[in-house]
């Protein structure tokens, strides 16, 4: 490829790359530190700014740490959040030439032939790859995502360096022993550099949704479409925030939310199946208010009885039955869970579940406090640093990220809705056998390799 670059190359680009990041984000970390604990003010608009800055031009891991972070309100001074929200929308597109080359490497010199137009400029840029608008010979419109060179040394030396900040963080914080979820994060992301996948995950999910009011799934287009190049008809959609700030209806706001819950917890609760990555770039709101759901580079497969303990967590916690929630914890695969350990784990299960005790028409949350979410997960987390940590099993993390990241969402929406029969709608009658087919064979029909 004439993009890629000698293992010398990539070497030392790895070098520089652990060079700029960990040094200036150390930096940054030095200064916030000094302000928490030596009362040293100091200029938090300089740091998100230099947040940005080491950010905007990186891809990968560091970018998708701060596409999630800026998904939740209140999770970081409003300084971070507005720059990281500006790098989200905004992330560093790469010019025509290289675009030229790099779809010449994947579908051939003559690869201009197949389209009709082929915008010059990127219709949207993520962490792997970036969006060009086309058109077809056969007058289909379609979005051709192209990845980025060099990912995947790109991101083995970010997760080299996310493993470094683990065990750093590790020595300072026992809450949380990381060591599955790094594993987790580093099958996933990998996983995401396979575009051939992704178009298979697309598949999954326009079978699994098809029948879904308000939600649309693009389908791809596999004959120009490769392990770094996947091509998909195109979506026309706004985004997430600009379709807030035109100050749509309470109804509009609830139909969207409806759509989004059922988009994220239909194939969980009927397939075992969840998109873990709810980032605000990965949908869009159509003209008619429907939804546009987006990349599926980030699928999680889940075995049935880890979605039979997550219903047995949720009776659990509404019949304080802490028995059947021990139960729970240990179908999830936590460990050495004591009576102190347990009330702390429940602290957090309440809060997750709390919307769906009530049988009636709310918002995701009553309490109106916005640091509100915030003090309880740092209440969890002293609980956890007093009780001597917990190692949460690899399935926990997307299915944690998605729930946060969703009720985030609903937020920002002031939706208002009877969640507690929206949760028993797409639960239905669950049953593990049941689930256990219909995830062979949605698996098998799209073409997605089983789950190791």
Not at 412 to 426: G, I, Q
Request: proline fraction near 5%.
């Amino acid at each position: 490829m004439a993009d890629d670059r000698n293992q010398g190359g990539n070497l030392f680009g790895e070098i520089r790359r652990m060079a700029r990041t960990s040094g200036a984000v150390g930096g940054i970390a030095a200064r916030i530190g000094a302000e928490r604990v030596f009362g040293i003010k100091t200029d938090r608009s300089r740091h998100a700014e230099d947040l940005k800055t080491i950010l905007g031009g990186l891809k990968g891991p560091m970018m998708k740490v701060a596409q999630f972070l800026s998904t939740i309100p209140d999770a970081l001074p409003p300084e971070y959040a507005e720059q990281l929200a500006h790098l989200q929308a905004n992330a560093p597109p790469m010019g025509w030439a290289f675009v030229r080359r790099r779809m010449a490497g994947e579908l051939g010199l003559d690869w201009e032939k197949n389209f009709s137009d082929f915008g010059r400029e990127a219709a949207a840029a993520a962490s792997l790859g970036q969006v060009h608008r086309a058109t077809l010979l056969d007058g289909r419109t379609v979005a051709c995502k192209l990845q980025y060179p060099d990912m995947p040394s790109t991101v083995e030396a970010d997760l080299r360096q996310l493993k470094l900040a683990m065990s750093v963080y590790k020595r300072m914080d026992n809450a949380i022993h990381q060591d599955d979820i790094y594993v987790e994060l580093t099958e996933r992301l990998r996983e995401e550099l396979d575009y051939s996948r992704e178009a298979a995950q697309m598949r999954l999910y326009q079978n699994m949704l098809h029948d879904i009011p308000d939600v649309n799934v693009p389908g791809p287009v596999s004959e120009f479409s490769t392990t770094r190049l996947l091509t998909m008809n195109w979506l026309n959609g706004q985004g997430f925030q600009s379709w807030l700030d035109g100050n749509p209806s309470q109804e509009a706001r609830n139909r969207l939310a409806t759509a989004l819950f059922r988009a994220w917890y239909i194939p969980f609760y009927r397939y075992g199946i969840i998109h873990g990555d709810p980032h605000l770039g990965n949908y869009q709101v159509a003209a008619d208010g429907s939804l546009n759901l987006l990349d599926f580079g980030s699928i999680r497969v889940f075995p049935a009885r880890f979605v039979s303990g997550v219903i047995m967590l949720f009776e659990a916690v509404r019949d304080q039955d802490n028995a059947k929630a021990l139960q729970a914890y240990t179908i999830w695969g936590f460990t050495d869970i004591d009576e102190e350990k347990l009330a702390v784990l429940n602290e957090w299960a309440q809060f997750l579940y709390e919307p769906l005790m009530q049988d009636r028409v709310r918002p995701i949350q009553e309490n109106l406090d916005v640091q509100f979410g915030r003090s309880v997960a740092e209440k969890v987390h002293q609980g956890l640093q007093r009780t001597g940590g917990v190692r949460p099993p690899r399935e926990f993390v997307l299915m944690d990220r998605s729930a946060i990241g969703l009720g985030s969402v609903f937020l920002r929406l002031k939706a208002e809705l009877n969640w507690s029969k929206l949760f028993a709608e797409t639960v239905g009658n669950f049953n593990e056998h049941e689930l256990e087919t219909r995830q062979a064979a949605a698996l098998l029909t799209a073409g997605v390799p089983p789950p190791r």
